[in-house]
C-alpha cells in the first residue's frame, strides 16, 4: 500500500521536543477527519497532554488512517483520545489503522486511549510500529470490546486484528499479532477470550525495568481477580519491559487495573503523579 495522502481518511503528524524548560509541540500537522486539540499542560506540569479527535465520530466501512508521533531527545508526552474508537459494519471494506511512534533518547511517550469497540459485522485492523532508543521509555495501553449486537451475541464483529511491532535500537523485540475472528476460531474458547469478552492490554518499557519491578507491579493488582470477575497475566519482554493482558465481560474492571499499574509504575519509575484527564 502506497503512503499518498488522498488514500487516507484521516492523517497525524505530530512532534514534540524538549526546549530546556519543558516539552513542546511542533510540526503538527492534521488532516481530513483526524485532528488533534491544543496541548494542555495538567497540574502545571512539564508534559503536554494532546488529544486525538476523530471527528466524524466513528470509523466506517473502507476507512483508512494514519497517525505518526515523534519524541525527540529529553522530550515527554502525553496522548490520549477524546472519546472511544467506535468500528461500524464494514460490508464491503474493513477499517485500517496505522500508528508509528518514534521515541529517541531519554524521550517518553504515553500513550491511554478509550476502548476500541467493534460493532456487528465490523472489521477492523490496527498495526502499531514503536522505535524505541535503549534510554527511551514506553507506556501504552489499550482495550478492545465487543459492540451492541441486536442478537445479543458475545461476538458479532467479523474481526478485530490487533499487530503490534516494537523494536529498541532497531532490534525486533516484540512481534504481537492478536486476532479474533469468531468465524474462522472459538474466540470465547481456551487460548482466546475464554468466556470473556473484553481484552486489555500493556506495554511498559524502561531502562530500569527488572523482575524486581514486575514483581511489585503484581503485588499492586493480584487482588482484582478476587474482587472482580477478570484475569490476566504479566510477561516480562525480551527488553527491559514487560507487557500485560487482561480478560474481563467489563470496560471499567480492565480500566481500573490498567489505572492502577499506570499510576504505581508512573510514581516509581518517574516520581510523578498520574494526571487526571478530564474527558467526563
Known sequence: MSDGQNQWTGQ???????????????DIFFEKALKVMRPVYLNNSDIPTFYIVNVGGGYLDGDRYKMDFNIEPNAKVILTSQGA???????????????????????????????????????????????????????YTD?????????????????????????????????????????KNKVDGLGYMEDYTHLGSCYFIHPTVNQKLIDSVYEQIKHYQQQYDCRFGITKLPTHGFSIRILSNKTQIIERILATLQEFVVKTIFDRDVDFLRKY
Open 12 to 26: 497525524l503528524d505530530l512532534t514534540v521536543f524538549n526546549n530546556g524548560k519543558k516539552s513542546v509541540a511542533r
Open 143 to 183: 482495550i478492545l470490546t465487543p459492540g451492541y449486537s441486536k442478537d445479543d451475541k458475545k461476538f458479532s464483529y467479523t474481526y478485530m486484528h490487533l499487530l503490534n511491532e516494537i523494536y529498541v535500537d532497531d532490534e525486533l523485540v516484540v512481534f504481537d499479532n492478536t486476532l479474533l475472528d469468531p468465524s
Open 85 to 139: 474508537t467506535k468500528i461500524y459494519k464494514t460490508p464491503n471494506n474493513h477499517v485500517e489503522q496505522y500508528q508509528n511512534f518514534n521515541i529517541q533518547e531519554d524521550a517518553y511517550a504515553e500513550y491511554v486511549g478509550d476502548p476500541i469497540i467493534a460493532f456487528e459485522n465490523a472489521k477492523f485492523y490496527q498495526h502499531n510500529t514503536f522505535h524505541l532508543k535503549s534510554t527511551a521509555a514506553l507506556f
